[in-house]
Each structure stands twice: as C-alpha cells, then as structure tokens.
C-alpha cells in the first residue's frame, strides 16, 4: 500500500499562536511531498512542494515565511503556520509521492486548523 | 496552460442508479497523467486511477468504470448502481512531467459533488 499519515487530525489554537503539522510517509520513501490547503466547497490549493534534503518551492501568493516547510528525512515533511490568525483557519492536506515515481500522489486524512 | 474542468458541480441520484462525472482537460504536453480521486467527508483523498496520456484502453473496476478519450480531451467516470457510500466529493486531476507542468504537480478540477439517496 502507500499509506500517509498526518498529525494532528484537529488543532485549534489562539491567533498568534505558531502550529506544526506531521506529514509522513509510512510504507514507502518520499523524495517529494506537497502540501495543499483547501477551503470549504472548494477545490484543493496546492502551497508548496517539499522535496527532501532541499528548500520548499511556493506556489505564487503563498508566504514562504509563514508557512514554514521542513523535509528533513525521506519519510516526514512539516508544516509550520507561523503567528496564525483567523484566515489561515483551513483544511491543510499533505500528499507523498513515492521516490523514483513521478505520477501518483497518495493523500494523508488532512488537519483541520481552526484559529479563534 | 494546463487546466482541468468538471463542470458539474453537484450530483444528485437515487441508490442504484449509474452516473457520470465528466472530466475536461487542457495541456500542451505530450505525456502526462489523469487521475480521478474520492474525498468523503472526513476528508481524506483516496486515490481511484492514474491513465497515462498513451493508454486510451477503458477500465473497469467493480462498479467503476473510465472512458479516456485523447480526441476529445476528455477522462469521463461512470459508477455503476450507485450506492450511498458512493456519496462523496470527486475531483479530476491532470499531471504532467512535461515542460509545461514542473515537478509532477497535480492540477484539480473543481471537484463534482455526488450525493446518492436511498
């Protein structure tokens, strides 16, 4: 199989507040990693693209400095909202895509971030 | 540029009947990648198929089934005798690794929400 796990499911935190998201690959390696952000009703956005041992790539309009991107190992990539505040309050997914694969991403269940 | 278009953006059927969630794309690459994906609501995308752009052959799997047709662009789903667990958020997604598609990203559609009664 090609399993993703992501932690936490669920965070609420307090505006201000930094929050940390776990993506990892748990059956197979993953040079690449994507995270994506997605809005109720909408479609997903992808934020940026990890690749391991290398700096993140943003997507156009995505603050590099506020999402804070970490792939420091073939099977775990972080993303770090920096000072949140109630607009960042999504749905954060993360993808794995397998090393020497180019096609398939497989999704992690996703973290819901609600910042009051 | 590269685009994916599902222009239905709801779905509404009675258990057991068949529906198809169309799919449009657009890109200049030769070889890319189609996928269809599910997201429940929970929210987790499970992954259906992945169609290279040089293999046209219909598949079926189960009560799936998926019509790739390079001359119209198109990468249609069909769910034969729908059920209610069927009910979900469908989303079409193009890639390519060509030079108009960087890295493999993946390109959504806007997603077809399907909502099957009992």
């Known amino acids: 199989g090609a399993v993703v796990s992501q932690h936490p499911s669920r965070v609420i935190c307090k505006s201000g507040t930094s929050v940390k998201i776990e993506c990892r690959s748990l059956d197979f390696q993953a040079t690449t990693m994507f995270w994506y952000r997605q809005f109720p009703k909408q479609s997903l956005m992808l934020m940026a693209t990890s690749n391991e041992g290398s700096k993140a790539t943003y997507e156009q309009g995505v603050e590099k400095d506020k999402f804070l991107i970490n792939h420091a190992s073939l099977t775990l990539s972080t993303l770090t909202v920096t000072s949140a505040h109630p607009e960042d309050s999504s749905f954060y997914i993360c993808?794995?895509?397998?090393?020497?694969?180019?096609?398939?991403?497989?999704f992690g269940p996703g973290t819901r971030l609600l910042v009051l | 540029a590269q685009k994916v278009t599902q222009a239905q953006t709801e779905i509404s059927v009675v258990e057991k009947e068949d529906v198809t969630l169309d799919c449009v794309y657009e890109t200049r690459d030769t070889t890319y990648y189609l996928f269809w994906y599910k997201q429940p609501p929970s929210g987790e995308l499970v992954f259906l198929i992945r169609r290279n752009s040089f293999d046209e052959q219909n598949e079926i799997s189960g009560r799936y089934s998926w019509n790739f047709q390079k001359s119209t662009s198109s990468f249609n789903f069909t769910i034969t005798a729908s059920q209610v667990v069927d009910s979900a958020v469908y989303f079409c997604?193009?890639?390519?690794?060509?030079?108009?598609?960087?890295?493999?990203?993946?390109?959504f559609g806007q997603g077809t929400e399907l909502s099957v009664k009992p």
């Open positions: 993808s794995a895509r397998r090393a020497g694969g180019l096609e398939t991403q497989y």
């Open positions: 997604a193009l890639s390519g690794g060509g030079r108009y598609n960087q890295g493999g990203k993946l390109i």
